[in-house]
C-alpha cells in the first residue's frame, strides 16, 4: 500500500513533526511505502526517517503558502497521482483546504489527522471551515484525545469516521530509577502564552522560598522570552530559573529532572508528558484541555485547576519534600508509559488505513 504523509513543511523540529516521522517509519517497518511529503521545503526532514521512506516537497522553495494556493491544489493532486497513493493522511486539519479540492475524484483513502484542540482556532479564520470540510469530506478524522473526539462528533456535521489515536512516544521506556539526587524541575515547550510558563514562574516564587536549593528548567524558545526572564528577575528568581533554549537532546534533560511540570492553558494532546513518563518522572500538571486527564490517568499525577499557581506551587513543595512519594510516581508513569510506545499505537493506524 502506498501512503502519503502531507505536512507544512517536515523540515521543522516542532511536535506534530516528530510524531508524524514516527508513524511514518512504523508504516515503512509495517512493509508499506510511505511518502513523506511537505507543502514547501521540508527536503531535509529534522527527524530520522526508514531509509524506505522517500521525501518531497510539493512547492519549491519557502514563501508563504497563501498567496499560492492554486500550484499547492494542482502540486497536491499531480503527488497523489504520480506516487499512486492508495492512502493520504493530512498532518493538520487546517491543510484540508487543500487536499479537500486536491482529491476529488481520486480512488484515495483521504485522512485527516488532528493536532490540535477543537476549542482552539490558533486565530486562524480557516481553521473552522477546515475542521467541517474534513468531518464531512474525508474518510476518517484521527483525533489525540477521547475528549476531542467527542467535540468532532458535537460540533460537526460528519460523514468521516471519527475515531481516536493518541500520540506514540519519541522514546523507549528507560526501566531505570529516578535519580534522587536531582534537585531539577524540568518544563519544556515554546515560551508563548499558550504554555502558561509566566503562570509556572509566579508559582516557582513560593516554591523557591520553601527550597531555595531547587532548580527550575525551562527548555524551548519563543516570543515571550524576554517577558519570561524580566519577570523571573522581577520576582527574584533568576537564580533558581534557566531558560535552556531549543535542545535536540531533550533525553539529558528528562535524565537529570526530578519532576516534570506542565504548566499550560490548553494543549492538543501534551505530548512532553508521554516523553516525561517514558523517563520515569512524576508529574505535576495543571488539568487543561485537552490532553492531561486521559494521559496521566492512572498515574497518581497531580492535576491542578488551570492557573491556580497556589495549588501548583504546593504540589511542587509536597514532592520535592517526599521523596518516597516521587519514587512511587516514578514506578506509575513508566507503568502508564508503555501504553505510548509506536508498537502499541501502530495498530491502531494499521487499522485505519485499510
Known amino acids: 500500500m502506498k501512503i502519503v504523509f502531507l505536512g507544512g513543511n517536515f523540515n521543522n523540529s516542532g511536535g506534530t513533526e ?40 510539493v512547492l519549491n522553495g519557502a514563501g508563504r503558502i497563501l498567496y499560492r494556493v492554486p500550484s499547492l491544489i494542482r502540486g497536491i493532486r499531480r503527488l497523489l497521482i504520480e506516487e499512486k497513493a492508495d492512502v493520504l493522511i493530512v498532518v493538520e486539519s487546517m491543510s484540508v483546504l487543500y487536499t479537500a479540492p486536491a482529491t476529488v475524484g481520486l480512488p484515495i483513502k483521504h485522512i485527516c489527522w488532528e493536532h ?41 456535521r460528519h460523514r468521516a469516521q471519527i475515531t481516536t489515536i493518541p500520540n506514540p512516544s519519541p522514546f523507549p521506556v528507560k526501566n531505570v530509577s529516578l535519580n534522587t539526587e536531582s534537585k531539577v524541575v524540568l518544563a519544556a515547550g515554546r515560551l508563548t502564552y499558550q504554555k502558561g510558563f509566566d503562570l509556572l514562574l509566579l508559582a516557582w516564587k513560593k ?28 520576582y527574584g528568581i533568576s537564580g533558581s530559573v534557566e531558560f535552556v533554549g531549543n535542545k535536540q537532546d531533550m533525553e539529558k534533560y528528562y535524565q537529570k529532572s526530578a519532576i516534570y511540570c506542565l504548566s ?14 517514558s523517563y520515569g518522572l512524576p508529574i505535576v500538571s495543571f488539568n487543561c484541555e ?54 502499541k499505537i501502530i495498530g491502531q493506524w494499521l487499522e485505519v488505513i485499510v
Not at 33 to 47: C, I, K, Q, R, W
Open 207 to 234: 516554591v523557591n522560598n520553601s527550597y531555595p536549593d531547587w532548580k527550575l528548567h525551562i527548555v524551548g524558545d519563543g516570543e515571550d522570552k524576554n517577558a519570561l526572564e524580566n519577570s523571573a528577575a522581577e
Open 264 to 277: 499550560s492553558r490548553f494543549e492538543g494532546f501534551g505530548m512532553v508528558l508521554v516523553e516525561a513518563m
Open 290 to 343: 485537552l490532553g492531561p486527564s486521559e494521559i496521566l490517568s492512572g498515574t497518581d499525577s497531580r492535576l491542578i485547576p488551570v492557573g491556580d499557581t497556589d495549588e501548583l506551587a504546593n504540589s511542587l513543595i509536597e514532592l520535592m519534600a517526599d521523596e518516597k512519594e516521587r519514587e512511587r510516581l516514578s514506578r506509575q508513569s513508566e507503568v502508564k508509559a508503555k501504553q505510548y510506545q509506536p508498537d
Open 116 to 156: 490540535f484542540n477543537y476549542n482552539i482556532d490558533l486565530g486562524q479564520k480557516g481553521r473552522r471551515l477546515a475542521r467541517h470540510m474534513a468531518a464531512w469530506l474525508c474518510d476518517v478524522v484521527v483525533t489525540l484525545t477521547e475528549q476531542d473526539k467527542e467535540y468532532w462528533l458535537k460540533h460537526t
Open 18 to 57: 516528530r510524531v508524524a516521522s514516527v508513524i511514518a517509519n512504523e508504516l515503512s517497518r509495517s512493509g508499506h511505502e510511505v511518502v513523506l511529503a511537505s507543502m514547501v521545503e521540508g527536503n531535509t526532514p529534522f527527524f530520522p526517517l526508514e531509509s524506505k521512506v522517500s521525501i518531497v516537497s
